[in-house]
């Protein structure tokens, strides 16, 4: 039996998500796949919102060999602020973990990313997990990248609307 053009690229995008899902698995040890997704008003917690970034996730990110952390920034995407980072080179074809924080807003059912056009055409979209305060996924890069490629965050809120914003991948 041949197979297409088409389906052998369908074949090794399955067979390429699979892998990086089995890969993932053990990335977000001891945080609980099966909480709810929340988010918080500004006053319910006791962490500093101007600190930037979080030294004991760079840690843990660069002990499973995610190299050092990017700061991608901040913005209001909607009602959402989000804020956005990557570990490591972004390498065509390859892994990219990301992180996402997202506070305001109504609660939210679920992240997406991926690395490309806002389109996501000839990318592959990664789900991010829920961590303690952020999400968290391992993307990919698509091969070739696009020309002026961003890292793309889909928001999906509970009820199923969507808010879309792009951070400059800082390469």
Same mark, same amino acid.
């Given at each position: !039996?041949? !197979? $297409?053009?088409?389906?052998?690229?369908?074949?090794?995008?399955?067979?390429? +998500?699979? &892998?990086?899902? +089995?890969?993932?698995? *053990?990335?977000?040890?001891?945080? #609980?796949? #099966?909480?709810? +997704? =929340?988010? =918080? &008003?500004?006053?319910?917690? $006791? =962490?500093?919102?101007?600190? $930037?970034?979080?030294?004991?996730?760079?840690?843990? !990110?660069?002990?499973? *060999?995610?190299? @050092?952390? %990017?700061?991608?920034?901040?913005?209001?995407? *909607?009602?959402?602020?989000?804020? @956005?980072?990557? $570990?490591?080179?972004?390498? +065509? *074809?390859?892994?990219?973990?990301?992180?996402?924080?997202?506070?305001?807003?109504?609660? %939210?059912?679920?992240?997406?990313?991926?690395?490309?056009?806002?389109?996501?055409?000839?990318? /592959?979209?990664?789900? @991010?997990?829920?961590?303690?305060? #952020?999400?968290?996924?391992?993307?990919? @890069?698509?091969?070739? /990248?696009?020309?002026?490629?961003?890292?793309?965050?889909?928001?999906? &809120?509970?009820?199923?609307?969507?808010?879309?914003?792009?951070?400059?991948?800082? !390469?």
């Amino acid at each position: !039996m041949s !197979m $297409d053009r088409n389906q052998l690229r369908l074949a090794a995008t399955l067979v390429t +998500a699979t &892998a990086l899902c +089995a890969w993932s698995a *053990g990335c977000g040890e001891g945080s #609980n796949t #099966n909480s709810a +997704a =929340h988010t =918080h &008003a500004s006053g319910d917690h $006791d =962490h500093d919102h101007d600190h $930037d970034h979080d030294h004991a996730h760079e840690k843990e !990110m660069a002990e499973e *060999g995610h190299g @050092a952390t %990017v700061e991608l920034g901040e913005q209001k995407a *909607g009602e959402f602020n989000v804020k @956005a980072s990557r $570990d490591g080179d972004v390498k +065509a *074809g390859a892994e990219l973990p990301v992180d996402i924080w997202v506070t305001g807003g109504p609660k %939210v059912a679920a992240v997406r990313c991926w690395v490309g056009v806002e389109s996501g055409e000839g990318s /592959m979209k990664a789900k @991010a997990e829920l961590e303690k305060d #952020n999400w968290h996924t391992h993307g990919e @890069a698509p091969s070739p /990248m696009p020309e002026g490629s961003k890292l793309w965050v889909e928001i999906e &809120a509970e009820g199923g609307a969507k808010t879309l914003v792009s951070f400059d991948l800082k !390469m």
